[in-house]
C-alpha cells in the first residue's frame, strides 16, 4: 500500500469530495438537507458537511426519534462509502488501505449508539451501514454523488440549493 503522503494531491482531495458527497446524498434521501459542505483549506484533503439542524431535541422515548438516530448513523457510514466508492471506480492504485478519513464520523456515530442504548451495537452498526450502502448505489444517488463531488472539487464548496438542483436531474 503506498504511504498516504505519497499519494497526489488531486487523488487525496478527490477521495475527500466523495466522502463528503456520500454524507450528502445518504442524507437528501433521508430528507436530511445540508446548510453547505466544504473541503477544507488549504489543500482539501479533509472536509465537512453541515446539515440544517432539527426543528427539536430528540427523544429517546420517541420510536420516530430512535429511527431518526439511526438514520443519522447510517448518514455518518455513507462518508466512508462515498469515498470507497471512489478508491473503487477511479484510484484505486493509490488505495491507502487502511484510511482515517472516517474517524470523526466514527466518533459522532458512538455518540448516537450511546444516545440509543443499551442496544446491540454490532447489529446497529451493520444495519446503518447496510442502509447507507443501499442508498449509495441506487442509480439516481450514484449520479448525483458524482455530481456533488465534482462540485466539490471544482469550488471547493456546495450548498443546499446546488445539491437540490443536482439531486432533481
Known amino acids: 500500500m503506498p504511504i498516504r503522503d505519497d499519494i497526489p494531491a488531486e487523488i487525496r482531495r478527490a477521495a475527500c469530495a466523495f466522502h463528503e458527497a456520500g454524507h450528502i446524498v445518504v442524507g437528501w434521501a433521508q430528507g436530511r438537507f445540508i446548510s453547505h459542505a466544504w473541503l477544507k483549506p488549504p489543500y482539501g484533503f479533509s472536509g465537512e458537511t453541515c446539515f440544517e439542524p432539527y426543528e427539536r431535541a430528540f427523544r429517546r422515548d420517541l420510536a420516530e426519534d430512535r429511527a431518526r438516530a439511526e438514520a443519522e448513523i447510517a448518514i455518518l457510514y455513507a462518508g466512508h462509502g462515498g469515498e470507497m466508492l471512489y478508491w473503487n471506480e477511479e484510484g484505486l492504485r493509490f488505495y491507502p488501505g487502511a484510511i482515517a478519513s472516517h474517524e470523526d464520523d466514527l466518533r459522532q456515530i458512538a455518540g448516537f449508539l450511546a444516545w440509543l442504548g443499551p442496544v446491540d451495537e454490532a447489529?446497529?452498526?451493520?444495519?446503518?451501514?447496510?442502509?447507507?450502502?443501499?442508498?449509495?448505489?441506487?442509480?439516481?444517488?450514484?449520479?448525483?454523488?458524482?455530481?456533488?463531488?465534482?462540485?466539490?472539487?471544482?469550488?471547493?464548496?456546495?450548498h443546499r440549493d446546488e445539491v437540490e438542483r443536482i439531486m432533481a436531474d
Open 123 to 158: 447489529a446497529t452498526r451493520a444495519r446503518c451501514e447496510a442502509a447507507a450502502t443501499a442508498i449509495l448505489y441506487r442509480p439516481a444517488i450514484r449520479r448525483g454523488h458524482a455530481a456533488i463531488a465534482r462540485r466539490l472539487l471544482d469550488q471547493r464548496r456546495i
